[in-house]
């Protein structure tokens, strides 16, 4: 029975067998199948590394105490700009709904009238 590894995108046995086919020998396919998990997995350590230290540096004062207050509690920016550009879409649908309801009632728009006029 087979079993598939596979770290991050690279599946383990798939990548070794297209080095073979593609006609590296057998040491050197291993050998980048080798060098290739060592940088995903140094690349992720690293990454957590980073982001520790910059959490520590941001979160705790000289004193070693964590600071409450230095730590924002808002959702991040990114979620914030998508909400307020679907509030900003949601109001402009919402206006021009009314807008064209405004019109049928008043007479404006019938049916010889076109929307775009």
Do not use: N, Y
Not at 11 to 39: C, D, H, N, R, Y
Not at 84 to 110: Q, S, V, Y
């Amino acid at each position: 029975m087979l079993k598939h590894s596979v770290l991050g995108i690279i599946s383990i046995p798939g990548m070794m067998t297209g080095a073979i086919l593609g006609g590296s020998s057998v040491e050197q396919a291993a050998k980048l199948q080798m060098i290739i998990m060592f940088m995903i997995s140094s690349s992720t350590g690293l990454a957590a590394i980073f982001t520790t230290l910059s959490v520590i540096s941001v979160a705790v004062d000289g004193e070693h105490r964590i600071r409450d207050d230095r730590i924002d509690e808002r959702a991040h920016a990114l979620w914030r700009w998508r909400s307020a550009l679907i509030d900003f879409l949601a109001h402009g649908a919402g206006t021009m709904w009314c807008h064209l309801i405004w019109r049928k009632r008043e007479g404006i728009l019938d049916e010889r009238t076109s929307l775009l006029s």
